[in-house]
Nanobody, 128 residues
Framework: QSQLEESGGGLVQYGESLRLSCGAS????????VGWFRQAPGEERAWVSC????????NYADSVKGRFTMSRDNAKNTVYLQMDNLKPEDTAVYYC?????????????????????WGQGTQVTVSS
C-alpha cells in the first residue's frame, strides 16, 4: 500500500523553528516531485511549496518565501520542510503530497489535483 506520513509538527512560539518530515512507503518517492500544503482552521487547504525529484528546484508560496525551505534525502526516501521565523498565521495542519512526475511546474504544481498521494497531516501551532 502506497502512503505518505508526516511528522515533526508541534507547538512553538512566534519566531521559533520546526522541521517537518515526510516519509513514504510502498512507492519510490525519490522519482517524484513532492509538495507541502496547509489548512488553517476555517480555511481551504493551500499550497505551500514543492521540490522536484532531484532536489534542486523548489517553489514557494509568497507567504512563506524566505522563511521555509524544502529539501530531500533520497537515500532515506524522505522530504523535509524547514520552517523558520514562524508566525501565528502559519498555524495549520500541514500535509505532504507526491506527484507522479518529477517536476513541480509553476502552475500545475500548486494545485491539489496534481498530486496523487497524500499524508494524513501534522498539526503546527504557533503561539504569539
Amino acid at each position: 500500500q502506497s502512503q505518505l506520513e508526516e511528522s515533526g509538527g508541534g507547538l512553538v512560539q512566534y519566531g521559533e523553528s520546526l522541521r517537518l518530515s515526510c516519509g513514504a512507503s510502498g512507492f519510490p518517492l525519490n522519482d517524484y516531485a513532492v509538495g507541502w500544503f496547509r489548512q488553517a482552521p476555517g480555511e481551504e487547504r493551500a499550497w505551500v511549496s514543492c521540490i522536484n525529484s532531484g532536489g534542486y528546484n523548489m517553489n514557494y508560496a509568497d507567504s512563506v518565501k524566505g522563511r521555509f525551505t524544502m529539501s530531500r534525502d533520497n537515500a532515506k526516501n524522505t522530504v523535509y520542510l524547514q520552517m523558520d521565523n514562524l508566525k501565528p498565521e502559519d498555524t495549520a495542519v500541514y500535509y505532504c503530497a507526491a506527484r507522479t512526475v518529477s517536476s513541480c511546474s509553476l502552475v500545475r504544481g500548486t494545485q491539489e489535483s496534481a498530486y496523487a498521494f497524500w499524508g494524513q497531516g501534522t498539526q503546527v501551532t504557533v503561539s504569539s
